[in-house]
């Protein structure tokens, strides 16, 4: 793969709080990223909200979802900005861009942009979904996938790739190593929300299900290695 769209989530950078930013997680991932760009790897990175707000938890609190989703839009600008500033510290390019623009902390996001970025090595991380309430971040990244024509969506979880039942509550639940959309749809597999499922299906977007947390993996995945799920 010479261009990857990795999606991260919000609550993956909380660590063990449940809320917040768990700096020993920013470092983790930008190991990862690191190592994707050695393998000469072009790398955008669609981080979740969901550590700080989530808009359809705010709605269930008294908050409007179209205004909650605008505050967890806000939420992913601010874990974005943490990657950017950890990456950088390594001496590593990159740039936010956002579906919100925010002057001058990030540029609105464009395909054409994103794409010129990825070319000069520079991480680009895509923040604000999709500038647009109604959205999940998963919808974002598999919109943001296909703008800048990426070889494959890599979602990061905590589970090591796409099973027939949540393993954590069916230690006996089958996993599957490569999987059709068709499949994945008829078994109602909770991959992504059923938006981004579409996006990439229609699109010919192939999704990988992979552990973010096994330190290597990301790198194991783009050398050919049998890592996580592929969905295609």
């Known amino acids: 793969m010479k261009r990857i769209l990795l999606k991260l989530s919000g609550e993956s950078l909380a660590g063990k709080e449940g809320s917040g930013i768990d700096t020993t997680i920013l470092d983790a991932f930008a190991d990862e990223i690191s190592d994707a760009l050695n393998l000469c790897t072009q790398v955008a990175v669609v981080l979740g909200g969901?550590?700080?707000?989530?808009?359809?938890?705010?709605?269930?609190?008294?908050?409007?979802?179209?205004?909650?989703?605008?505050?967890?839009?806000?939420?992913?600008?601010?874990?974005?900005?943490?990657?950017?500033?950890?990456?950088?510290?390594?001496?590593?390019a990159t740039e936010v861009l956002s579906g919100l623009e925010i002057s001058p902390i990030c540029r609105k996001m464009s395909g054409p942009l994103a794409v010129e970025l990825l070319s000069k090595n520079t991480v680009v991380i895509i923040a604000g979904g999709t500038g647009n309430p109604y959205f999940t971040t998963d919808s974002a990244a598999a919109l943001r996938a296909v703008e800048i024509e990426a070889d494959a969506l890599l979602k990061g979880t905590r589970v090591d790739g796409v099973y027939s039942a949540d393993p954590e509550k069916f230690p006996d639940a089958e996993k599957f190593s490569e999987i059709t959309f068709a499949e994945a749809y008829e078994k109602h597999l909770n991959i992504m929300d059923m938006t981004a499922f579409t996006i990439c299906s229609e699109n010919n977007m192939p999704i990988v299900v992979f552990d973010v947390n096994v330190r290597g993996n990301l790198a194991a995945l783009l050398k050919g290695e049998k890592v996580g799920t592929i969905v295609k």
Not at 55 to 80: E, F, H, P, W
């Open 50 to 92: 969901g550590n700080i707000f989530r808009g359809l938890g705010g709605s269930k609190k008294g908050v409007s979802r179209v205004q909650g989703d605008y505050m967890g839009m806000l939420a992913t600008i601010i874990n974005s900005l943490a990657l950017q500033d950890t990456l950088k510290q390594r001496g590593i």
